[in-house]
């Protein structure tokens, strides 16, 4: 039976560790209504969802060995004071560029949290104690992407979209104030520190592994469907659809909260099916609901519901796939284990932040061009795992 004390941090990790994903997920609905506010395209409008992406991709490189060299709450306090700032500047933002810098800096301050608490946790438990602990840490995380879209999109439809950056300015504040006094310092004295250069000297033989390649590249793609459907779908909503933010919200949660289905399902078959058989189910999956939906819009089933009842399907079995498909990037080369991880979530992030920006480049006056690019993030998550590894095995062994 976990402890009080165990408890009680588990929720404050979980708290320090939701902020990046809320940072992505509570501005979908919020998209159209900054278009309109700044007079600004679409596609410059996303760069304030994908631009964000990228910068917590990057700099989730850079905390691991910073939390190393200066410890982990130092760290941790840095990006939360970063969160803060940057909710502010986007609060007070007068155009869409200084809009889009603060979006960078907040989710540049929203990443440390991602970082530091598995670190902690790592420092404080056995490898069995802290896969138990991260996984309940990551039970609790993983509801933030469900609600904080439908948050965003009822505060947009009864205020306006500043208010959504005073929520996340609060949320931080809030986490500052619990988190100070409750996470102690964990990293050892003399613990061996890697550098930056170090971190990176290790990607080139990570990127010449087909394994590692299949695994990240089908989590990049699967992120890709998530990113698509966020970037592109609120401008539908609005401009075709005629449906409300809260509206978005609603349909992105039901999509959301199947990927939580699906790696709870996970969490429970795959020591009896095996890692790399549940990524074939997920990937095939998904790619076979990615491909209706173009389908039903040619066929002129022209309403949000011929996006997320395969979005519905696309996001359980994502949920089958993607933790195994993380697990198996991490464990390619053991040694490497920790850079690996950083790479696979910068791919991740990187390839998903590709999709979602195309998705806002696109025209929306017509669904059809966004449930395509759904499709090819869809096929090439499938083709990323499968074609690799197919490729792989057939070429001959020196």
């Not at 996340?168 to 003399?190: C, H, K, Q, S």
């Not at 299949?214 to 609005?238: E, I, K």
């Not at 669904?367 to 590894?389: E, K, Q, S």
Request: with cysteine; hydrophobic share 55%; net charge positive.
């Amino acid at each position: 039976m976990p402890s009080p004390r165990n408890i009680k941090l588990v929720f404050i990790l979980a708290l320090v560790s939701g902020l990046g994903p809320i940072t992505i997920h509570v501005i979908l609905p919020v998209l159209p209504e900054i278009q309109r506010a700044f007079s600004a395209s679409s596609a410059i409008t996303q760069l304030s969802l994908t631009l964000g992406v990228l910068a917590m991709a990057v700099s989730t490189i850079g905390y691991g060995p910073a939390a190393d060299t200066f410890g982990r709450k130092p760290v941790l306090v840095v990006g939360l004071i970063l969160f803060i700032l940057g909710s502010g500047i986007c609060i007070w933002s007068p155009t869409i560029e200084v809009l889009i810098f603060g979006r960078v800096v907040q989710a540049v301050g929203g990443a440390s949290g991602m970082v530091v608490a598995r670190a902690t946790i790592r420092d404080m438990f056995s490898r069995e104690d802290s896969a138990r602990m991260i996984g309940q840490v990551m039970s609790i995380v993983v509801i933030s992407p469900i609600i904080s879209p439908v948050i965003g999109g009822f505060i947009v439809q009864f205020a306006g979209w500043q208010y959504v950056f005073i929520l996340t300015a609060i949320m931080g504040l809030m986490t500052l104030t619990f988190a100070v006094p409750n996470i102690r310092e964990t990293r050892v004295a003399n613990a061996q520190t890697s550098s930056l250069a170090q971190t990176f000297r290790t990607f080139p033989s990570l990127l010449r592994d087909p394994a590692f390649l299949a695994y990240a590249g089908y989590a990049g793609c699967g992120m890709g469907v998530f990113m698509v459907v966020a970037g592109g779908v609120p401008f539908l909503m609005a401009d075709v659809f005629q449906r409300s933010p809260a509206a978005f919200g609603l349909f992105f949660m039901m999509m959301s909260g199947s990927f939580l289905i699906g790696t709870i399902i996970s969490s429970r078959i795959t020591v009896r099916v095996g890692l790399d058989r549940m990524v074939r189910i997920g990937s095939t999956g998904s790619m076979v609901a990615a491909l209706f939906v173009p389908a039903l819009f040619l066929a002129d089933i022209q309403t949000p519901w011929a996006i997320f009842l395969p979005g519905i399907l696309m996001g359980a079995f994502h949920g089958l796939a993607m933790p195994n498909a993380q697990a198996g990037a991490v464990s390619v080369n053991p040694q490497v284990a920790g850079s690996a991880s950083g790479l696979t979530m910068f791919l991740q992030m990187s390839i998903g932040a590709a999709f979602g920006q195309a998705a806002g480049m696109l025209p929306h006056d017509s669904a059809l061009p966004v449930a395509i690019l759904i499709a090819l993030a869809g096929l090439g998550g499938f083709l990323a795992y499968n074609g690799t590894l197919f490729i792989a095995r057939r070429r001959p062994t020196p």
